[in-house]
């Protein structure tokens, strides 16, 4: 393995960015028909496109990672969490509470509990918002893995991933799979299985790997996909219901399939120029982060002025094609708006 010393802006990193925002939205048109109680001959399409754009968030918390370890070469941890507070903790705010009201006078799910409670409990925890809490979690360490000197970060970092995917991925994914009457505490899983995807980011944009490993890595992904797809269909085929089993984005089918698609998308990049995919990767990289906020309101205003079947295939395929322009021509607008520019930055 080499390790790569170019510390611009990596080009691939803006295409998985883009490529996880999409996935989301992907991902929360498909839920409707994956999660239906009505059983269907092509109920294999839904489990499929949710488990190959499963690793969205996971790709997102790498790159935050491969972005922000070695924030300090640009500015001190003051500034930092400045830019954390005015980038990411004001807009979740404003989100949160805007979801809250939306949900009580559109959807008509206005809260039943203290205020407070409904806030957390049903417009983060049980919301599209709800990754903004591990996210919070990876700024808060972040200063932690920026002092650690440059030379000693891919050691200590992969010794700290294997931690982190041993205790707090395998163990927690054989237990609940193999339903395995242990009782663990929770210190035994040392930290938030979360906390390996920005050290997993760092490392992977940072080392060049050998084309063996590479290819280890891409059969390790097929498996990890396919250890999610395969177990998930059977249960469907036997019950006639869906199953979260073998889906968790801490689960090493889940951050393996992530790992390999960075590789392979890091890979391609050093191969061929894209100098087409890069003028797209331009125009729509600015609007990412606004798609994890917005995209939830139009697919919710869409389905209901439109009267669309939520759990149709048409919806599940064809929604996030019209979604996904619209979302970003929203974005588009907000931001030309003084003040409210800020709540999608």
């Given amino acids: 393995m080499n390790l790569n010393s170019n510390n611009k802006e990596i080009k691939y990193i803006s295409l998985l960015s883009i490529l996880s925002a999409f996935a989301v939205v992907i991902l929360h048109c498909a839920i409707f028909r994956y999660s239906a109680a ?3 001959k092509y109920w294999f399409i839904s489990n499929l496109i949710m488990c190959v754009f499963f690793p969205a968030v996971p790709i997102f918390y790498m790159i935050s990672g491969a972005n922000l370890i070695d924030y300090k070469n640009r500015y001190d941890t003051k500034v930092f969490f400045k830019k954390r507070l005015n980038k990411v903790l004001l807009p979740f705010i404003f989100w949160v509470i805007f979801y809250a009201v939306f949900n009580t006078y559109f959807m008509h799910e206005g809260p039943t509990e203290n205020i ?14 709800w990754f903004f809490i591990p996210l919070f979690g990876i700024y808060l360490i972040m200063p932690l893995f920026s002092n650690i000197p440059k030379e000693n970060r891919i050691k200590l970092f992969s010794y700290l991933i294997a931690l982190i995917f041993i ?18 505490r929770p210190e035994f899983y040392l930290f938030s299985g979360f ?39 059977s249960v469907y085929d036997t019950t006639g219901q869906f199953s979260q089993m073998y889906k968790s984005y801490i689960f090493p089918t889940t951050a393996l399939y992530a790992i390999a698609i960075w590789i392979l998308v890091k890979q391609l990049y050093s191969k061929y120029s894209f100098n087409s995919i890069n003028k797209i990767v331009s125009f729509v990289k600015p609007y ?33 094609i019209a979604v996904i322009p619209l979302t970003i021509l929203v974005i588009m607008i907000l931001k030309k708006i003084p003040y409210v520019q800020k709540l999608v930055p």
Avoid: A
């Fill in 116 to 129: 407070l409670l409904y806030l957390y409990n049903h417009c983060i925890n049980d919301s599209i918002y």
């Fill in 167 to 184: 205790f707090s991925s395998v163990v927690p994914f054989l237990i609940q799979v193999f339903t395995i009457n242990l009782v663990i």
């Fill in 38 to 40: 009505n059983p269907s």
């Fill in 195 to 233: 906390l390996m995807y920005p050290l997993l980011g760092y490392v992977l944009n940072e080392v060049d790997l050998d084309k063996k490993y590479r290819y280890i890595f891409y059969v390790l992904g097929i498996l990890g996909l396919l250890g999610m797809f395969l177990p998930t269909q």
């Fill in 288 to 320: 990412t982060f606004g798609i994890y906020l917005v995209h939830f309101y139009l697919i919710e205003i869409i389905f209901h002025y439109l009267k669309l079947n939520k759990q149709s295939m048409l919806f599940t395929v064809g929604m996030p």
